[in-house]
């Protein structure tokens, strides 16, 4: 016997069913030191500098990626000018669809005076802090999470349209927000969400 699906059931089967690609790729390093010491009036400074830096032109992706993402035509970016610039370095002659929907989840300097940290314990800090509802004037972690749900959206309908893959070059722990959402969906994670540069992490569904 056989079973005969109507239209719309049967075209939401096969998408369910389609085989997917992911790609979450951490920019290479900026060019703007990263573990300096500073007071929190400096971090505040060092947080929109940041924002601001391209990449470091001596940072190069390593071969591994550059074979993972070969051929592909087109790569995803927050727009800031370290991802853009990434992604031009990791795939030159690919389109760069930028959007500020994968920008990285905001952080705010917390106000400790009279204490100077490296910027990465700073970064620690403010994360804790930004997870427990400290966001003044910035995006909180419930919008965050929408974000990122919408952000795997657009990435899985540029898998689908795309010979089941896409890539995006962005930030370290908005992808990995990504990434949980992409698990939940029922994606496979080759990789790990790690505080390193050029770090990529692939899902397959």
């Known amino acids: 016997m056989t079973l005969v699906l ?21 920019h290479g390093k900026p060019a703007i030191p990263t573990n300096t010491r500073t007071s929190h009036l400096g971090f505040r400074r060092y947080i929109d500098a940041y924002q601001e830096s391209g990449l470091d032109p001596q940072s190069a992706p390593p071969d591994e990626l550059l074979d993972l993402v070969k051929g592909l035509d087109a790569v995803f970016t927050s727009g800031f000018p370290r991802s853009n610039d990434s992604a031009r370095t990791l795939l030159p ?5 930028a959007d500020p929907l994968f920008a990285e989840a905001p952080l705010a300097a917390p106000r400790i005076p009279l204490v100077k940290m490296k910027v990465p314990v700073w970064a620690v800090m403010a994360r804790i802090l930004w997870h427990a509802g400290y966001h003044p004037e910035i995006e909180n972690y419930r919008r965050a999470k929408i974000r990122a749900a919408q952000a795997a959206d657009i990435l899985l309908s540029r898998a689908e349209a795309n010979d089941g893959v896409a890539v995006l070059v962005a930030h370290g722990y ?13 994606f496979s994670r080759t990789g790990a969400h790690r505080v390193r540069f050029w770090n990529a992490v692939i899902y397959d569904r």
């Open 6 to 26: 109507d239209s719309p059931r049967r075209e939401s089967t096969v998408r369910a069913l389609r085989p997917a690609r992911i790609i979450l790729v951490r």
């Open 93 to 97: 002659e690919a389109e760069i669809i």
């Open 174 to 186: 908005f992808n990995a927000m990504i990434g949980r959402v992409l698990t939940k969906r029922g």
